[in-house]
């Protein structure tokens, strides 16, 4: 498995960029942040996907970028060891 981080710009979208993510993917992350692109400050936003569906994110990461008319869009992959720590019934 990867665990993938995209980094876009906070258009004050999330919801709309929660529904675009939610129909690829069942699970994810946001992460509010503060970065600077350029040597300008902007309300940013981290994605994080935990997949191997590589395709399904670069396909995500393109429709961030013209969807929000961004000239780029960050994308870091480190490989993970995942556990699912689930509920056991009695």
Same mark, same amino acid.
């Given at each position: 498995m990867t665990a993938y981080r995209i980094y876009t710009e906070d258009k004050g979208?999330?919801?709309?960029?929660?529904r675009r993510v939610s129909q690829s993917f069942d699970g994810f992350t946001f992460i509010p942040a503060y970065g600077y692109w350029k040597g300008q400050p902007e309300r940013?936003? =981290?994605?994080? %996907?935990?997949?191997d569906q590589h395709d399904a994110i670069?396909?995500?990461?393109?429709?961030?970028?013209?969807t929000y008319q961004q000239e780029t869009v960050l994308v870091t992959s480190s490989p993970?060891?995942?556990t699912l =720590?689930?509920? %056991?019934a009695a």
């Open positions: 979208e999330l919801a709309l960029l929660a940013s936003v =981290i994605i994080e %996907i935990v997949t670069i396909r995500l990461t393109e429709w961030i970028r013209t993970v060891v995942v =720590i689930t509920s %056991i």
